[in-house]
């Protein structure tokens, strides 16, 4: 397979020097890269900005803003066979970005945010034959969202996982169907959950005819 990987956060820039972003490792989607790779499998993997070094053997292309990442999923998807979408994206950008950097007056200042662009949705629009597994980050109602961003996303599935997994070494995942099945439940080093998610896709995912 030729899986295309999103790890990491986004950032959303105040002013050249400031950014609004999360505490996205980018472990899991790194995790997935290399067993991905040590599968025998392709990666295109398109990170935001993280400590790790991405495994060797992947095409790996940086960015920052969720714009970017929207650009390069866009134009790489068509040449995947699916998408596992780990990244930690900023759901709101300032509405402006401040060109140098803003001073201080003494005076509180007030951030106008708008919506950033559903990078996974967008790729739901033009899957075609190829799937897309979806992760969500949940604390509240987890399976009722979960199932609402599987839906909205044209998800195969979708991992879901709380908050403690953000910057952790560690994860604990339900992967439910669209049917809202419970397909898998994995626990462990995210290396762990990567490795058998990957089997999972493959001889359930990949193997089975799909829907555009
Ligand atoms: N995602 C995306 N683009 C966004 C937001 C999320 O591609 N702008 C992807 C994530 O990479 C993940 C899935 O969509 O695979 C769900 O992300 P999550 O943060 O759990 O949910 P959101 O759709 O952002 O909804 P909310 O934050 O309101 O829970």
């Known amino acids: 397979m030729r899986i295309l990987i999103t790890a990491g956060p986004t950032r959303e820039y105040i002013d050249d020097v400031r950014f609004l972003s999360n505490a996205s490792s980018g472990r899991m989607g790194y995790a997935l890269a290399a067993a991905a790779i040590a599968a025998g499998h392709e990666v295109v993997l398109v990170t935001g900005p993280v400590e790790l070094a991405p495994p ?12 970017e990442l929207r650009e390069r999923c866009l134009e790489l998807f068509p040449c995947c066979d699916g998408v596992i979408a780990t990244a930690a994206v900023c759901d709101y950008r300032p509405r ?12 509180p200042i007030v951030l106008e945010l708008v919506e950033t662009s559903d990078v996974l ?5 033009q899957k075609e034959h190829r799937w897309i597994v979806g992760f969500a980050l949940e ?7 979960a199932m609402r961003k599987l839906r909205m996303k044209n998800c195969d599935c979708i991992v879901l996982n709380d908050t403690s997994a953000i910057g ?32 999972l896709i493959k001889d359930s995912i990949h193997a089975k005819p799909r829907r555009a």
């Open 96 to 107: 402006t970005r401040v060109t140098g950097k803003i001073t201080k007056t003494g005076q």
């Open 121 to 125: 949705a967008q790729l739901g629009t």
């Open 56 to 67: 060797e053997g992947c095409d790996v292309y940086r960015i920052e803003t969720t714009d």
């Open 168 to 199: 952790a070494l560690t994860n604990a995942v339900e992967i439910l169907s669209p049917e809202a099945e419970t397909i898998a439940v994995y626990k462990g080093t995210k290396q762990h959950v990567a490795e058998r998610l990957l089997e």
């Open 139 to 145: 604390s509240q109602d987890p399976r009722n969202n």
